[in-house]
């Protein structure tokens, strides 16, 4: 998945405040966006890089790898 470009990372705390991710490989809503505590999954397992959320920060030129943000599903 293409990385999605925030200017700061405020900007995608904005666009994301519930802090609740979706676990790419069991579904389940966890707060821990880099690791599920109900199956042990990576927000960078490559298995289920398909489910997970790619985003850039400009400011600090950081790419982070994480579940996809409940926002995202919501929008659907
Ligand atoms: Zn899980």
Known sequence: ?????F???REFN???PSKIYIC???G???SDP???NMCGCQSNNFLFSDK????FIK????TNTIFKPVELEKGK
């Open 1 to 5: 998945m293409q990385a999605e470009e």
């Open 7 to 9: 200017e700061t990372i």
């Open 14 to 16: 904005i666009k994301f």
């Open 24 to 26: 790419s490989r069991c």
């Open 28 to 30: 389940s809503l966890v």
């Open 34 to 36: 880099h690791q599920c």
């Open 52 to 55: 997970s959320y790619t985003y």
């Open 59 to 62: 400011d600090k030129n950081i």
